[in-house]
């Protein structure tokens, strides 16, 4: 047996690490602008109503040929290059998504061969709108631990494909994005400890309206593409209470006050969730606050990383300081992180 394994070609090693940080962010929204107009009509609804219930004035929804795997490897060439790296020093692949029409392969191991990489380990995570932290949890640890000299974690999603128009529960919020990081070695502490998890209890609060299996029972023939859904109010209610005392231990745990942090990043999920964990965290006017979702809409676990790109290219200046992240969803799950924002820091 041992000189069978010998004969095996040795795989790759690197040093483990004690820290690790983010060194790119790159982000990829859908072409298309979808104002609240274009949907309120099969909801019976109003633009007033959206903006009320939601903060979203417009979202971002890719065209019909564009898939999960073309958005995804824009936001990663955008990344490579936010980084200054190559795909070449790439070692290890993770995208986080729940849209990928392909229950087998992984949208991953697509992704790996049009970046020509495609030896490295590449697996996807379905961890809906927490997946981005999720793979950032798992980057930070392949780092770490000497597994990979750098990961590329992206999160994607086409939600559009996954519509039912005539919903009033979550179809007016959905958009498309790609967003990565690349997460590499560090010599100071670039990515906290994740502090992550799931409520089993609530899982089925946001998810599709049946299973595959059951697509042959349906007689409707326009029924039978499973499509989202949530209960609304229990899904607010849980997080703007419970997300934000996860975000208050990730701060307590990364031994960071509220007022030292530069940005808070928050899964765009609804505006009023957003505001009512700003007021929770008693985050001071000087902490810049991620608020993408009014004109790109809730992309899942694309979220993070894409309004974490436009905070950056809006203030340069926000590079090197540090941000709360903190996604959830459909599970419901939740990770979160203190990060150092990627960049050279600006004065």
């Known amino acids: 047996m041992s000189a069978q394994l010998n004969e095996q070609p040795r795989l790759t090693q690197y040093t483990p690490r004690e820290h690790s940080r983010i060194f790119g962010v790159g982000a990829y929204r859908g072409e298309r602008v979808v104002p609240n107009s274009e949907l309120i009509e099969p909801i019976n609804s109003s633009d ?20 999960v795997v073309d958005m995804a490897e824009s936001a990663a060439r955008s990344a490579l290059e936010h980084a200054g790296l190559s795909a070449e020093q790439i070692g290890a692949v993770v995208v986080s998504t729940v849209t990928h029409p392909y229950a087998t392969p992984s949208a991953a191991t697509q992704l790996i061969g049009r970046l020509g990489i495609p030896t490295v380990p590449a697996y996807d995570v379905s961890a809906a709108c927490a997946g ?7 980057g930070d640890a392949l780092v770490r631990s000497g597994m990979a000299e750098h990961v590329l974690v ?40 994740s502090m992550w998890g799931s409520e089993a209890n609530k899982w089925n609060a946001i998810g599709m309206t049946h299973s ?12 039978v593409w499973p499509t989202l859904r949530q ?31 530069g940005a808070f ?33 809730n992309t899942s676990a694309a979220s993070i990383p894409v309004a974490m790109r436009r905070m950056l290219d809006e203030k340069p200046e926000l590079a090197g300081k540090l941000a709360l992240q903190i ?12 990060v150092v924002l990627p960049g050279e820091p600006k004065a």
Request: charged share 25%.
């Open 48 to 67: 007033e109503w959206i903006r009320q219930r939601t903060g979203i004035v417009t979202r971002r929804r890719a065209t019909a040929e564009v898939s």
């Open 132 to 138: 981005y932290c999720y793979g950032v949890a798992q």
């Open 154 to 193: 992206i999160g994607v999603e086409k939600l559009s494909d996954f519509i039912d128009p005539t919903d009033r529960t979550i179809s007016f919020l959905l958009g498309d994005a790609a967003g990565a990081v690349v997460i590499g070695p560090s010599e100071t502490p670039g990515i906290s400890r």
């Open 212 to 223: 595959l299996l059951d697509m042959e029972k349906i007689s409707d023939p326009a029924a």
């Open 231 to 261: 209960d609304g109010p229990s899904v607010f209610r849980w997080a703007v209470w419970e997300m934000a005392k996860v975000a208050r231990r990730t701060l307590e745990d990364a031994g960071v006050a509220p007022e030292e942090l």
């Open 265 to 297: 990043i928050p899964h765009q999920a609804n505006m009023r969730i957003i505001d009512e964990m700003v007021k929770q965290l008693k985050l001071p006017e000087s902490v810049h606050v991620a608020r993408d979702i009014e004109d790109t809409g």
């Open 327 to 338: 996604g959830f969803g459909a599970g419901l799950v939740f990770g979160a992180q203190v």
